[in-house]
């Protein structure tokens, strides 16, 4: 439903807060759970897109593993009732606690990012008695051309190893008693639109595999990470993320060995176009060039577009009047905390109700008390 239908029912409540279209987001998952299609194929769920536990309630329906960077995040995933043998745990600095959380529970695969990362995991896993499971983490050098902050599969980036230290580290793999070799991981950045972009990894992919091949491994796993965008700047015609072109092109091209499962790591494309934050406005103060539409929403409650300088479409809800350029800020001490500049609007007065689009990825788990704010609430179409 129209989020306009919802205007009067907003006013009622007091903002900001995170309004999460329950249906929307059922209809995502269906579809990339659709368009994934049968076959050797799993989707972890990137929990840091968003851990709201009424998200994770509807995607753990879909029986979606879970791909965490925390060891907060792996007993979170564990709590709520994710398997664990579906858990990836990622990130370039897991602490001996962390690795741990993952041993003790016995997760499926440790994303293991250097080669002093995977010596820690051997000797801790000794220590316990365990075995652990590992992907090696292969920096492929490809440039995903998106925004440079979440690029992260170039050789700049801290993510990974080199084709060369992998092979450097080979004998080393083989040697290690208590850890064992499961796959290769890739993620080479996210919002990524141009989905060309995937070809390049997948030519990496399968060059890994054959030369790891030609090395006597056979390793049961390949996970490519995630990264399918979704449309910011129009989201009303572009609810969902183009699941079958991103999903085709690695069942067409990827080179599957007998008995290989390719895994995915999904966050944005499933969780961010059922979000939006709602807010108020608070004062229109004219300028020089400008409107100054000041909220009760800040860079507190969405933080992309002062970090990334992200675009997110921003709607009235409760007013149908002619339009005038607006500047969209919020109400924190710092320039940054602008939600986007020179958009044209209905002309808008205090008290108006605002919504800001696409905002269930990396909006309320980004969130900061910064200037001492309140914690935002969410609210679910299913409430009302
Ligand atoms: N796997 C790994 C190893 C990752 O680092 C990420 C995201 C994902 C999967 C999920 O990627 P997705 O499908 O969501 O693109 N805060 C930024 C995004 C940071 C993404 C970090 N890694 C933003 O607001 O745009």
Redesign the pocket.
Known sequence: MSLHNYSQKFKEIETPFYYYDIDLLKATLTEAQKQLGKGPYQIHY?F??NFNRRILNEILQFGFGA?C?SGNEVRKAIEVGFDPQHIVF?GVGKTDKEIKIGLQNDIFAF?VESIEELKVLNELAGALGKKARFALRINPNVDAGT?E??T?GTRDNKFGITVTELVAALPLIRSLAHTEFIGIHF?I????TDLSKFELLIEKCNQVQSLLVEQGFSLPHVNV?????IDYENPKDHLMADFKGYFDRFKKDLHLYPGQRLHF?????LVAQCGSLISRVLYIKPAANTHFMILDAGMTELI?PA??R?FHYIENLTSIKERRIYDVVGPICETSDTFTKGMSLPITERGDIIAIRSTG??GEV?ASHYNLREVAPSIYSDDF
Do not use: P
């Open positions: 990137a840091k897109a791909d960077v990622a994303n925004h902050y979440i992260t993620h950045g996210s919002q990524i990470g995630g990264g399918l965008g790591e999904l966050g944005r494309s992309r970090l990334y992200s990825a990396y980004m």
